[in-house]
């Protein structure tokens, strides 16, 4: 492996997902991994730490993964674009320091591999089960960015999405990736340096004495400095001022943790992005994320080829969660299909969204992953001739 000057291995390689996320924060201008080692995320570690010679990168092995997304929080304040990799268990020892993340404002990126849980599970086994956890694990108000790659091209391009979306908001970005995507091969293409778009972080530019760490630009995001570089200031977790001085009363609550909100909702139009295939005219619509979304483009030709005007919304950021397009097609549609590799979540936010437009079928596809096309096209058959009143979600068994 040979890369250029800024870290970027150019040309098109074989690699499976866990490999192209690696090459994907390399791409990024990620200089700092800091995990704990988990199946099935192992070969980002692997990847990167072979990388990281070559770049100058820094890889640290912690002894868990609540150190390990703390360690990637002191990094990226020092300068250093940061990630962590992990599973289930490992993101639920990183809730506190998630929450500690978005009360600090840190870019950082964290990769969950999802397996089959609760527990240790199925370690190697694919599933969905995290998605609500990356967007309500943290206790609070706060709002996140997640990405749900279903190849190994898109866990190399949704992971430089994941540090852009991280350095130009001030957030740690989650890629909510599964075991199958993470274990597939497949050729990715990865561009010159010079052709993909990087987002650099927004650094104060001002006397030192005069710099306040939370002090917010008109889009609520606060301009950075390093840790180290002579300024002056306080980083805490507790509800604080500019200056990030603790201040304990309800105004400052207010002050400091709206912000946090706004920051992401008022730019949702901006963030949010799905994948559409014959939506026009589509009488059912199928709802998908990550691997499920292989097998969904194959169950919607097969539908189209035998006379069902079925058509796919293919999530890309899962959080925010695309409220408006999916009101729009619920409002079309005579049904929707909503298969998961888990026993129902993110079919609650169809749910919530569709106000009883359409029919909600809920498909559980268990680890089933992008194998498996039969039942999703079973499901569209069903959601295309049933009359049921379009009330609650009905589960497939």
């Not at 950075?224 to 509800?239: A, C, E, K, N, S």
């Not at 749910?351 to 499901?379: C, M, Q, T, V, W």
Request: hydrophobic share 40%; proline share 5%.
């Amino acid at each position: 492996m040979k890369a250029d000057k800024a870290g970027v291995l150019t040309g098109s390689h074989v690699l499976n997902g866990n490999q192209a996320c690696a090459e994907g924060a390399l791409a990024a201008g990620c200089r700092f991994l800091g995990l704990y080692p988990i199946v099935p995320s192992i070969e980002v570690s692997e990847r990167f730490l072979a990388r990281a010679p070559e770049v100058g990168a820094t890889f640290i092995q912690m002894e868990d993964e609540i150190s390990a997304l703390a360690a990637v929080l002191g990094a990226s304040w020092t300068g250093k674009k940061s990630m962590t990799v992990t599973s289930g268990p490992g993101l639920s020892l990183m809730m506190e320091h998630l929450g500690l993340g978005i009360m600090l404002e840190t870019p950082c990126v964290i990769a969950d591999i999802q397996s089959v849980g609760p527990g240790l599970g199925l370690p190697t086994h694919a599933a969905q089960g995290d998605m609500m956890q990356a967007r309500w694990g943290s206790h609070g108000d706060y709002e996140i960015v997640a990405l749900a790659p279903s190849s190994p091209q898109e866990m190399f391009d949704f992971t430089i999405k994941a540090f852009n979306f991280s350095e130009r908001y001030r957030i740690p970005v989650a890629i909510m990736s599964d075991a199958y995507v993470a274990q597939l091969e497949e050729t990715v293409v990865i561009p010159p340096a010079d052709q993909i778009n990087i987002e650099t972080r927004r650094y104060y530019e001002g006397a030192k004495d005069s710099y306040l760490p939370f002090k917010r630009d008109k889009d609520f995001v606060p301009p950075m400095v390093d840790i180290g570089q002579g300024y002056r200031f306080h980083v805490t977790g507790l509800t604080h001022d500019d200056r990030g001085y603790p201040i304990m009363f309800e105004e400052c609550q207010e002050y400091n943790v709206h912000p946090l909100m706004w920051k992401v909702r008022n730019a949702v139009d901006k963030i949010v992005e799905v994948q559409e295939t014959n939506t026009d005219d589509a009488e059912v619509v199928v709802i998908s994320y990550g691997a499920t979304s292989r097998a969904v483009l194959k169950a919607i030709k097969q539908a189209r080829e035998s006379g069902i005007k079925a058509g796919g919304l293919k999530l890309v950021t899962v959080w925010p969660f695309p409220e408006k397009r999916v009101t729009e097609l619920a409002k079309k549609a005579k049904a929707i299909v909503v298969p998961e590799m888990n026993f129902g979540q993110i079919v609650l936010e169809v749910e919530r969204n569709g106000y009883g437009e359409a029919n909600i079928f809920f498909l559980p596809h268990g680890d089933k992953g992008a194998e498996y096309s039969e039942d999703i096209l079973a499901a569209i058959k069903r959601a295309s001739q049933t009359s049921e009143a379009k009330s609650g979600i009905i589960e497939i068994s």
